[in-house]
């Protein structure tokens, strides 16, 4: 098993539509659950942190741990042609290392 | 958020030269920087921890000699790509964090290698 699943995609949705994004994750000692934004030919930003269970809002975008399950998710609302990215879900023990999911590619179509 | 800068952004050199790509951390101190690779569609490949003031960490599989990295600030590491060849052609990302414990990493903007 991997220690972290990400759907590739792509996902391909219409303007206005709410996506899901997702990851599983099978390290018990994760403890700070990222989702990170890259557009083409850029460096990755921080969209989301949080370090526990439940949900986090920033505007159109909710992420939501759920440990139990090592399961999280990022919702983005009211999608928009300029969300289309790669979102990459990632993890961190409070190591020195990362974990990344293999990014899932998102097309928002005006 | 913190930022951090690197430079060039793209850079195309011949076959056999050596190539330094530089990364800072403009607003803040990074005992620890990350370099990765990423190939088309891909996603990022971990290739060293550098440590400011100390040698780099390299992940299994990638050659020290060929890719050097130098971390003599709190604010700059530096990574060589030495006695370049067409198949290290890639984009190079680093990653710097304000704190060393909770994952939370910023990016430079990358840099594309093309070696001709």
């Known amino acids: 098993q991997k220690e972290v699943e990400q759907d590739p995609g792509p996902l391909s949705v219409p303007e206005g539509a709410i996506v899901s994004l997702n990851c599983t994750y099978s390290n018990s000692a994760f403890q700070y659950f990222m989702w990170y934004r890259q557009y083409s030919r850029k460096g990755p930003e921080l969209l989301m942190y949080t370090y526990s269970s439940g949900n986090k809002e920033d505007g159109r975008f909710t992420a939501q741990v759920d440990k139990s399950s090592k399961y999280i998710s990022l919702f983005i609302r009211d999608s928009q042609p300029s969300d289309s990215a790669t979102y990459l879900c990632a993890f961190h023990t409070g190591g020195f290392k990362t974990i990344f999911g293999a990014g899932t590619r998102l097309f928002v179509k005006a | 958020g913190a930022v951090v800068s690197q430079h060039p952004s793209w850079v195309i050199c011949k076959s056999g030269t050596s190539v330094k790509i530089e990364c800072r951390s403009l607003?803040?101190?990074?005992?620890?920087m990350f370099w990765y690779r990423q190939f088309p569609k891909q996603s990022l490949m971990l290739m060293a921890t550098?440590?400011?003031?100390?040698?780099?960490?390299?992940e299994q599989g990638v050659e020290k000699d060929k890719f050097l990295i130098n971390h003599a600030s709190l604010t700059l590491s530096t990574l060589t790509v030495t006695s370049a060849h067409p198949e290290d052609s890639s984009f190079y990302i680093c990653?710097?964090?304000?704190?060393?414990?909770?994952?939370?990493?910023?990016f430079g903007e990358g840099s594309r290698l093309t070696v001709l």
């Open positions: 550098s440590n400011e003031g100390s040698k780099a960490t390299y």
């Open positions: 607003d803040f101190q990074a005992t620890t």
């Open positions: 990653s710097a964090s304000p704190a060393s414990n909770t994952g939370e990493l910023f």
